[in-house]
């Protein structure tokens, strides 16, 4: 079905740029097609969004988060989904499977998150689609990257008519994951091979290797290597304009990969770019890779004859016929209109559902947790959408505070401090069995007492750990952990459930905070994170 005409949806990237592969590959042909069957789609980057949130916000039926999980956006898409917004989550980077260093930043918990909020999902791969649904959420739908005809194909292909004894062989990709073994470390296992194929070529071409990526340190090692096994290589850096020249005399495209859960969720765009530019290719067993047999080339030893012994006219043939498949298979009008389908459906679920959503109630505010690492942004933006911060100076000690947890120097009582925002929302919900000891005339500070057992517990563990924490980083963490266990337990004991919870590279003392909804989606993370 197609949307109505005047559907609006705004699709939120993280940067606009020709320099972006995800932008130029993948987002705006997909959405400039969308603009064909009833949709009008605004992309917009996500610093631009949140500056001008409140005036956008009415005007667009759905939003699109196109690869973008991190605080920022979380709160957006909570706070949409609160309105009635429908909520769509572009996945293109398979950042659910475990690695030390992505774990302990939390990039598998907030993904899974924003999986669990969105309405429905688009997924790049058949694998990622298959990951999201290992998650709990079955309404996926796989749209890969599309392929364009160039106008400059036959042009791509000139290089075979006149081909003479040189051959430049190039690997391209963005290199320095820091969480997943991937690019580089892919390129550098593989010296043996490439240089047994630069051998087996020997007597006829001269053979050379240009690694074309983004400017990184690792590039020195790689060159080291590549040399001492007498493989002619060069480094090109990574520019829009210069890597199409590189692909115009490029004849030969090297892709190998290990079959990690990051990579094998990955898209066919590396291969199929290096076909649409005239390029024969060999990559390894992958599954988007595999559906582009007998196109790409897996085994070395049939890529090497084939080179030696097929003609310029011959390579030029099997060339234009791979590029008619990829223009039939992964076409973007194809794309489009299985996605505007989608989007279609999605929105009349939401106009179904729209007299039953799940806002609270009003007289609660959200929360916003300021964690030691907590960012000015996110701070900024949860205060403009009306959340209440929450922290304690023990934590962050030069932030002001809607509502300030502390430990009372009188004993061992709790103390919270309340700005005007605080005493509005939260003093009049403090239930009458607590004993308040001292409340300021002015705002604004109570000191208590015959807190809840469980409470109680959690403020002597607070303040037993605040005397170690000196001492031992194990004790801060445990301070930080008890301190925020203290103010969340406080917090729900008063009424408040919807609690976000901002701290960056800590997971150990988010984990034991987890509400019940957390608990259940880090549960089935863990389904994933092989």
């Given at each position: ?11 939120v ?26 949709f ?12 001008n949130?409140q ?26 989904k ?6 769509i989550?572009?996945?293109?980077d ?43 959420h079955?309404?996926?739908?796989h ?6 005809a ?33 690019g580089?470390?892919d ?13 087996q ?23 080291e ?15 829009p ?34 076909l ?13 890779y ?63 559902n ?25 701070i ?18 030069t ?18 401090t ?31 007492r ?16 605040q ?26 004991e ?14 150990d ?22």
């Amino acid at each position: 079905m197609n949307a109505k005409e005047d559907t609006k949806i705004i699709w939120v990237v993280e940067q606009i740029s020709e320099r972006n592969a995800g932008y130029t590959i993948r987002t705006k042909p997909i959405t400039d097609a969308l603009n064909n069957y009833g949709f009008s789609v605004k992309i917009i980057e996500l610093s631009d969004f949140i500056a001008n949130y409140q005036k956008l916000k009415p005007s667009y039926q759905m939003v699109v988060f196109s690869k973008l999980y991190n605080d920022l956006a979380l709160l957006l898409a909570y706070d949409l989904k609160k309105s009635g917004k429908t909520l769509i989550f572009d996945l293109f980077d398979n950042y659910l499977t475990y690695s030390p260093t992505s774990l302990a930043r939390g990039l598998q918990r907030r993904m899974a998150t924003m999986v669990s909020l969105a309405d429905g999902v688009i997924a790049s791969s058949e694998n990622m689609k298959e990951v999201v649904h290992r998650l709990g959420h079955q309404n996926v739908i796989h749209i890969g990257d599309p392929i364009q005809a160039n106008s400059n194909n036959d042009g791509f292909l000139k290089k075979w008519s006149s081909l003479n004894d040189k051959l430049i062989f190039t690997w391209f990709g963005i290199s320095g994951n820091p969480f997943y073994r991937a690019g580089l470390i892919d390129l550098i296992e593989s010296v043996r091979r490439i240089a047994n194929l630069f051998r087996q070529l020997e007597p006829i071409y001269q053979c050379k290797l240009v690694i074309c990526t983004n400017d990184n340190p690792e590039i020195v090692k790689v060159l080291e290597v590549m040399r001492s096994h007498s493989i002619p290589t060069y480094f090109q850096l990574w520019e829009p304009d210069s890597f199409e020249v590189l692909m115009s005399e490029t004849h030969c495209v090297l892709i190998p990969t290990n079959n990690s859960p990051f990579v094998i969720a990955k898209t066919h765009n590396r291969a199929s770019t290096a076909l649409m530019s005239g390029c024969l290719v060999l990559v390894d067993d992958h599954p988007e890779y595999n559906k582009l047999l007998p196109y790409v080339y897996q085994n070395w030893s049939i890529f090497a004859s084939d080179i030696l012994n097929l003609k310029g006219e011959q390579i030029i043939g099997k060339l234009k016929k791979a590029q008619e498949f990829l223009i039939s298979a992964y076409s973007t009008e194809k794309f489009a209109s299985q996605l505007a389908t989608f989007l279609g459906n999605e929105l009349v679920k939401s106009r179904e559902n729209s007299n039953s959503n799940n806002s609270l109630d009003s007289n609660f505010l959200p929360v916003f947790l300021v964690g030691k690492n907590s960012g000015g942004p996110k701070i900024k933006l949860a205060r403009m959408l009306n959340y209440l911060c929450v922290g304690s100076k023990l934590i962050r000690p030069t932030l002001n505070y809607d509502i300030e947890f502390g430990i009372s120097n009188y004993g061992d009582f709790l103390e919270i401090t309340f700005n005007k925002k605080g005493i509005k929302d939260c003093l009049p919900k403090i239930p009458s069995n607590y004993e308040i000891l001292r409340k300021e005339a002015k705002l604004i500070k109570v000191v208590m007492r015959e807190l809840s057992s469980d409470n109680q517990t959690k403020l002597m563990q607070v303040k037993k750990y605040q005397k170690l924490k000196e001492s031992w980083v194990d004790y801060e963490n445990k301070f930080y952990q008890y301190m925020f266990s203290l103010i969340i337990g406080f917090l729900r004991e008063l009424g408040y459930s919807e609690l976000f919870f901002n701290e960056e590279g800590v997971e150990d003392i988010i984990y034991p905070n987890f509400s019940d909804q957390e608990l259940d989606i880090y549960e089935r993370l863990k389904t994933v994170m092989v």
